[in-house]
C-alpha cells in the first residue's frame, strides 16, 4: 500500500508540472494511470485528489462537461474520505468551471461554499485563493464593489502569509478590477508594485501576465504604441504555452490595439478569432465579450444594421448582469452618434429580462446556501434531542418526554426538507450527473420493503416485494434509482389509512417499451385524475395531502432523477380505488447494445 500511495502522488505530480507546460494530454494519461492504480486499493483521498487535478487539467483543455464530472466525483471520494479540505478545493474548482460557462450565479454558490469551508477548516491559503476567485466571478458581472472587495481581501491575506506569487496575482487582479472602475491612476500604482516583485520572480507565466495587464493599462490610457510592445511581449513569453483562455484575451487585445488606430477591420477579425476560441472551449461570457467589441467597432462606423447581429450574439452568450450593462453601454454609444434605431424596444425588453433574470438567481443562490448552511445544526439538535428523551425518560413525567419526541419529529421533517431542496438544486442545475450503470431493480425492490416493513406494522399495513424469479435489470444510476423507490414507498406509507392491507412494491420489464419498470400500488384513497399531472410540480401535492407534513419536492425529484437517467415517471389512481406510482429506466441490454 505505501508503494502504490507513493506512485499515486508521484502521477499527481508528474501531471501538474505536465499540465504546466502546456503538456495537457500527457497530464491526462498520467492521472488516468494513477487512478487505474488506486482502484485496487481503498484509497479514497488519493483518489480524489487525482479526480481534482483531472477535472482542473480538462478545464484548461476547454472541456468543461468532462471537468464537471470529473470534479464532481472528486467531491463525492472527498465526502467519502471526510476531508473538508479536499471539499473545500473542489467546490472552488466547480465554481470557477461554471464561471467559464457563464453560470455566475451558480459559480457564486459554488464559491461562497468553498470559503465557508476554508474558513472552518482555518485554510488561509484557500481563503485568499477563493476570495480571488470570488473577485473574478464579481467582476465578470461587473459588480465592481464586491470585485474590489474581494480583491483586496485576497491581496491583504498573500501579504500576511508572505505568498509573493499569490501577491502578484492580487494585484494583477485588482489592477484590472479599478481600471474597470475608472481609476487608471490608482491602477498604475498597483501595477508598479507588481512589477517590483516580478522583476524577482523567474516564473514565464507570471511576466507575461503582467505584460498583458500592463498593456490594458496602457489602452486606457490612450498609449496603444506602447502597449504593442508589452502585448508581443506577452505573446512571446507564452508561446506554444498559450492556454484557450490566454488566447482568448490575447486575441481580444491585439483587437483593442486595433481599434485604438482605427483599424477597424483588423480588430473584427481579432474579436472574431477569440470569440470562436472562446466559444469553442465553451467560455461564453468571454465570447460575448469579443461579439460586443465588434459590435461596437460597427457602431463607430455608424453601421448599426451589420452591428445587430453581433449584438443579438453576445447578448444571447453573456449572463444576466453582463448582459444588461452591454445594453447600457451600446445605448449610450448609439446617443453619442444620434442614431436610436428599432433596436431600442428590443434592448428595453433584453434589460428588463436580464434584470429580472439576475434577480431571480440571486435569491435561489441565497436560498440554497441558506438551507444548506441550517441543515447541518438540525440534525445536531435532533440528535440532541433524542439523547435528552433517552436520558431523561426514567425520571420525568411522560408529557415532557412527548414534548421532546415531538420536538425531534419536527427537527427530522425539516432534516427532510433542507435535504430535498438540495438535491432538487443539484438536479436542476446539472451539479449532481447520473451514472450509467446496472442498476439490480429486484434488490432495490426487496431492501425497500424490508426498509418500510417496521413503519408500516405501526400502521397495520405491509410491504411486499413482487420480483421476477431471473430479476431485472436496468441502466441507471444505482443511487438515484434507489432513492426515487424509497420516496414512492415512504409515501405509499405515509398517505394510506391504517388497516387497508398490503402495499405492493413491483418489478417488471416490458419489451414493448425497452424499459425497466418499478411500481408502487397502495390501497389508499386515490387521487383524482385532474391533480395527476400537478403532483410532478414543484411543490405540487394533492388537495387530500396538504394536511400531513410535506414538502412537495419528492416526487418533483423522482420526475428530475428519472429524466437525468434517461427515464420517466407517473401515476395511475382513481379515487377509492387506490394508487399505483412508477418509474422506468432504459433496460441494461439495450443500453449496452447502443454502447
Known amino acids: 500500500p505505501a508503494g502504490w500511495l507513493f506512485a499515486g502522488h508521484a502521477a499527481r505530480g508528474l501531471a501538474l508540472s505536465q499540465s504546466e507546460l502546456g ?15 488506486c482502484a485496487e486499493l481503498p484509497l479514497a483521498l488519493l483518489t480524489a485528489d487525482l479526480l481534482h487535478v483531472r477535472g482542473v487539467v480538462l478545464r484548461r483543455l476547454g472541456r468543461p462537461d468532462e471537468a464537471l464530472e470529473a470534479l464532481n466525483r472528486a467531491l463525492a471520494a472527498y465526502g467519502q474520505a471526510r476531508d473538508l479540505s479536499g471539499a473545500a478545493r473542489a467546490q472552488d474548482s466547480l465554481g470557477m468551471v461554471f464561471m467559464d460557462e457563464g453560470n455566475l450565479a451558480e459559480s457564486q454558490f459554488r464559491l461562497q461554499l468553498s470559503l465557508s469551508y476554508k474558513t472552518v477548516t482555518n485554510d488561509l491559503p484557500g481563503v485568499a485563493i477563493t476570495s480571488g476567485n470570488l473577485g473574478r466571478v464579481y ?7 464586491k470585485a474590489e472587495e474581494f480583491f483586496r481581501r485576497d491581496l491583504a491575506l498573500a501579504r ?12 494583477h487582479e485588482l489592477t484590472q478590477c479599478v481600471l474597470a472602475a475608472g481609476r487608471p491612476e490608482e491602477a ?3 501595477l508598479e508594485d507588481a512589477g517590483e516583485r516580478v522583476a524577482r520572480m523567474p516564473d514565464r507565466r507570471t511576466k507575461a501576465n503582467h505584460a498583458y495587464t500592463r498593456a490594458e493599462l496602457l489602452i486606457a490610457q490612450g498609449k496603444p504604441d506602447r502597449a504593442l510592445q508589452y502585448h508581443q511581449f506577452c505573446r512571446e513569453t507564452l508561446g506554444q504555452l498559450a492556454t484557450p483562455y490566454e488566447l482568448t484575451l490575447l486575441h481580444r487585445q491585439q483587437g483593442d490595439l486595433h481599434a485604438a488606430h482605427s483599424d477597424y477591420g ?3 477579425e481579432e474579436y472574431g478569432r477569440s470569440a470562436e476560441i472562446a466559444e469553442k472551449c465553451r467560455r461564453y461570457s468571454l465570447a460575448a465579450v469579443a461579439q460586443f467589441r465588434t459590435g461596437m467597432t460597427l457602431v463607430q462606423q455608424n453601421l448599426i444594421a451589420e452591428a445587430a447581429p453581433h449584438l443579438h450574439r453576445a447578448l444571447s452568450l453573456a449572463s444576466d448582469l453582463q448582459a444588461l450593462r452591454m445594453v447600457e453601454r451600446f445605448a449610450g454609444a448609439c446617443d453619442a452618434i444620434d442614431c436610436r434605431t428599432w433596436l431600442d424596444t428590443l434592448l428595453e425588453l433584453k434589460a428588463a429580462n436580464a434584470s429580472l433574470a439576475q434577480s431571480r438567481a440571486t435569491q435561489e443562490a441565497m436560498a440554497h446556501e441558506i438551507v444548506h448552511d441550517i441543515r447541518t445544526p438540525l440534525a445536531c439538535i435532533s440528535g440532541t434531542l433524542a439523547l435528552i428523551a433517552s436520558l431523561t425518560e426514567a425520571d420525568v413525567d411522560e408529557e415532557l418526554v412527548r414534548n421532546l419526541r415531538l420536538a425531534r419529529s419536527q427537527c427530522n421533517w425539516l432534516v427532510e426538507l433542507t435535504s430535498s431542496m438540495l438535491d432538487v438544486y443539484k438536479l436542476e442545475s446539472g451539479a449532481l450527473r447520473a451514472a450509467r450503470d446496472e442498476v439490480d431493480l429486484g434488490q432495490l425492490a426487496s431492501e425497500a420493503a424490508v426498509w418500510f416493513e417496521g413503519e408500516a406494522r405501526d400502521k397495520d399495513l405491509s410491504v411486499r416485494a413482487d420480483v421476477p424469479e431471473a430479476g431485472v435489470a436496468a441502466c441507471g444510476d444505482p443511487e438515484l434509482a434507489r432513492r426515487m423507490l424509497l420516496n414512492l414507498v415512504k409515501n405509499a406509507v405515509k398517505y394510506t389509512p391504517g388497516g387497508r392491507g398490503e402495499i405492493v412494491v413491483r418489478v417488471s420489464a416490458r ?10 400500488a ?3 384513497n386515490g387521487i383524482p385524475a385532474d391533480l395527476h399531472e400537478e403532483l410532478f410540480t414543484k411543490f405540487g401535492q394533492a388537495r387530500s395531502t396538504r394536511e400531513k407534513c410535506s414538502t412537495g419536492l419528492g416526487l418533483y425529484f423522482c420526475k428530475l432523477a428519472a429524466e437525468a437517467q434517461g427515464g420517466r415517471v407517473g401515476v395511475e389512481s382513481e379515487v377509492g380505488a387506490g394508487s399505483t406510482f412508477w418509474f422506468a429506466l432504459p433496460v441494461a441490454e439495450r443500453v449496452r447494445e447502443k454502447r
Open 511 to 520: 419489451g414493448a417499451e425497452q424499459e425497466a419498470r418499478v411500481e408502487v
Open 266 to 268: 483588423l480588430a473584427r
Open 160 to 171: 500576511s502569509l508572505e505568498d509573493a506569487a499569490g501577491e502578484v496575482i492580487a494585484l
Open 522 to 524: 397502495d390501497p389508499g
Open 139 to 145: 467582476l465578470q458581472m461587473e459588480d465592481l464593489g
Open 23 to 37: 503538456e495537457s494530454e500527457a497530464a491526462l494519461a498520467t492521472l488516468d494511470g494513477g487512478l487505474a492504480q
Open 188 to 190: 498604475a500604482r498597483r
